[in-house]
Each structure stands twice: as C-alpha cells, then as structure tokens.
C-alpha cells in the first residue's frame, strides 16, 4: 500500500510539473490533502479502519459510559426505578403511557376540527370526480388469500386487519384515482383506546398511496392495512380518518 501511494503521488507530481500557474497551498492545506489521499487508498485495503479511535475519547468513554454529564459538567448516574405506568402491555406491545399519549392526541384532533361524514370528508379531496363507501373489514394471516405480485404478512402474534373502500369514478370519462400525495391519516383505535397505524405497503390498491386510472362509472377497490395482536379485543374497532382539519369516524362492529 505505501509503494501505491507513493507512485500516486509521484503521478501527481509529474502531472503538475511544467502547468504554467501553480496553486500554493498552506500547510495545513497541504495536510488535509495528503489526509485525504491517504484515506482514499486505505478504503481498499481490508484492514484498514475508516474511523479513527483516539485514546482520549476511548478513555473518556469508558468513565462516563454508563453516567450522563449535565450542562454545568456535573455528572450524575441515571435513574433506574421505572414507573409502572411505563411497563410494556402484554396485549398491545406498546407502553401503556405512550397508548395513552395517541390516544389524548388522536381526540384533541377531533376536537380542534370538525367530525364530517365519510363522504364530506373525501369531497373536497376528490373534487366531485369520485365518490367513495365504506365496505367491511377482515383479519388475515396472510394478504391477499390468493397469490399475488406482493404479499403481507403478519408479524410474530399478530394479524392483518384489512379495511375496505369502493371508490367510485362518478365522472363521465376516465379519471386518474391519486391520493399518494394527500395528507390523509389513518389511525385505528380499539376498546382499550390503543392507537394503531397502518401499514406501509406496495399494495397497488393501497389507500394512502393509490394512483390508478378508474374508467368512467366504475369502482375500484381501495385497502388500508393493520398489522394487530391477535389477542385484541374487537368489540369496539374504529377507524378515524384525519384531512387537515376534518375528521370522520368509522365504527367497524
């Protein structure tokens, strides 16, 4: 590697030899730029390390691993009696405080806007070019039943929740269906008042993200996905769905 580097530098050397305006650079300039040539040859030897670990910071790190150092410089040991509040939920997965947080911040939406049916609330979205209904909702294992492109599956103790939508083409010529760039959220709450999110998919079909051309008069079929415990209860699921200030409601039972 250093005969590499030398000759590097000595093709470097000849090709600037004979240029009629030099640059002149400091030394510190001069550092920085042999650094940088260095570096550039090691990245290829496999072992050579990019990251350099001083003394200094590897001693230091070891006095204060375990301790935080406040703005004055005072360093205290951390805390570590756990509020009970904070355990995790063996039904939900999630802490039952930051299930609370979603949940207080889920209704302070609702309640700083207005609570709009389904179709009010995709109306301005929509512009009169569709119109969209609610379907029914099903849990899976796997989605979809039949083969397909791309499958979901569902983590470890859980299910997929699939909620259902027509969404009607009610113009009189063909009409793109695109909402991937609307801020539509999608937020499923259960008995227990925990939130859930959905899924992020390559569904063609998938509501958050749907661009598909729907002839004139015909319906196409939209999807939201949950990934849910198996174990929840689902006496009372609602989806609530947020755009900008106006929220609808959607009892599932």
């Known amino acids: 590697m250093r005969k590499l580097l030398l000759i590097l530098i000595t093709i470097c050397g000849v090709m600037l030899t004979g240029c009629a305006q030099l640059i002149e650079i400091n030394d510190q300039e ?31 790190a070891d006095t204060t691993d375990s301790a ?18 904070d355990k995790k939920s063996n039904d939900t997965g999630v802490s039952s ?32 070019k569709f119109s ?25 103790d859980h299910k997929l929740l699939a909620i259902n939508f027509n969404i009607k083409n009610t113009s009189t010529k063909a009409r793109t ?5 609307n801020s539509i959220k999608y937020q499923l709450t259960d008995k227990t008042n925990a939130v859930y999110n959905p899924m992020m998919t390559l569904l063609n079909n998938d509501i958050q993200y749907i661009n598909l051309d729907v002839a004139a008069g015909k319906t196409q079929q939209a999807v939201v996905m949950f990934d849910v415990p198996k174990n ?18 959607i009892d599932l039972n």
């Open 30 to 60: 001069s550092d920085v730029l042999a650094e940088y040539m260095a570096g550039t040859m090691l990245r290829h030897d496999s072992n050579y390390e990019e990251a350099l670990i001083y003394q200094e910071t590897t001693d230091t």
């Open 68 to 85: 935080d150092i406040s703005e004055t410089g005072e360093i205290t040991e951390p805390d570590e009696t756990l509020d009970p509040s």
């Open 97 to 128: 405080s930051a299930v609370s947080q979603a949940t207080s911040d889920l209704y302070a939406d609702k309640q700083n806007g207005s609570i709009v049916s389904l179709a009010s609330l995709y109306k301005e979205i929509f512009k009169d």
């Open 132 to 156: 969209i209904k609610y379907i029914n909702h099903k849990f899976y294992s796997s989605y979809p039943d039949e083969y397909d492109f791309f499958t979901l599956e569902s983590t470890k």
């Open 177 to 181: 269906l695109d909402l991937k760039n």
């Open 232 to 249: 929840m209860d689902i006496s009372d699921l609602k989806l609530a769905i947020t755009y900008e200030d106006k929220t609808t409601v």
